[in-house]
T-cell receptor, first 119, second 111 residues
């Protein structure tokens, strides 16, 4: 199946600093990428949807100035958590859909996740 | 009320048993129903994908959707220790819409 990678897999940062997480589709082009956040024993919550070359669409309650998303190419999206606080500590998972016009649900592939710990 | 409800478990069964995992939902607009498997500290992996009501079988896995009851199930036959993971139900209103996930059921298969 298609492969989505994330880097780094784990990151620890100090409160007030920024951290960037990369998401890459390795063997397909992704016109649409998604960023999710998952707290322990909880579901994946969609944070934002990004389409290559355009601004991301954020879900209600997600601060767009805090979680900066850039989808600069068909294989790369980045999530930058700015001025991180301990409550931002979570498991961040990206996902990418292959195919044109946003792709289909069974063509949506998930990355392995990034564990962010803010101290 | 959450759009998708799923018992978090944990559920522990002996190897070889039949496992039944379930979710209920409230949004009648959902048309696409998925089951994902997520191992610890990994991203979800799509197991089953169905459209509307009915059954779908793939090897040891069977997915059932009952739209009239807003109830979906995943059955695992001849369960193996390697099936131990968290299983997430998920659904969407259209093939291009966002996916809404259940909270996941932690499953453990005892050798």
């Amino acid at each position: 199946g298609a492969v989505v990678s994330q880097h780094p897999s784990r990151v620890i940062c100090k409160s007030g600093t920024s951290v960037k997480i990369e998401c890459r589709s390795l063997d397909f082009q992704a016109t649409t990428m998604f960023w999710y956040r998952q707290f322990p024993k909880q579901s994946l919550m969609l944070m934002a949807t990004s389409n290559e070359g355009s601004k991301a669409t954020y879900e209600q309650g997600v601060e767009k100035d805090k979680f900066l998303i850039n989808h600069a190419s068909l294989t790369l999206s980045t999530l930058t958590v700015t001025s991180a606080h301990p409550e931002d500590s979570s498991f961040y998972i990206c996902s990418a859909r292959s195919g044109l016009a946003g792709g289909n649900l069974d063509e949506q592939y998930f990355g392995p996740g990034t564990r962010l710990t803010v101290t | 009320q959450k759009e998708v409800e799923q018992d978090p478990g944990p559920l522990s069964v002996p190897e070889g048993a039949i496992v039944s995992l379930n979710c209920t939902y409230s949004n009648s607009a959902f048309q696409y129903f998925m089951w994902y498997r997520q191992y610890s500290r990994k991203g979800p992996e799509l197991l089953m994908y169905t459209y509307s009501s009915g059954n779908k079988e793939d090897g040891r896995f069977t997915a059932q959707v009952d739209k009239s009851s807003k109830y979906i199930s995943l059955f695992i036959r001849d369960s193996q220790p390697s099936d131990s993971a968290t299983y997430l139900c998920a659904m969407s209103g259209s093939s291009a819409s966002k996916i809404i996930f259940g909270s996941g059921t932690r499953l453990s298969i005892r050798p």
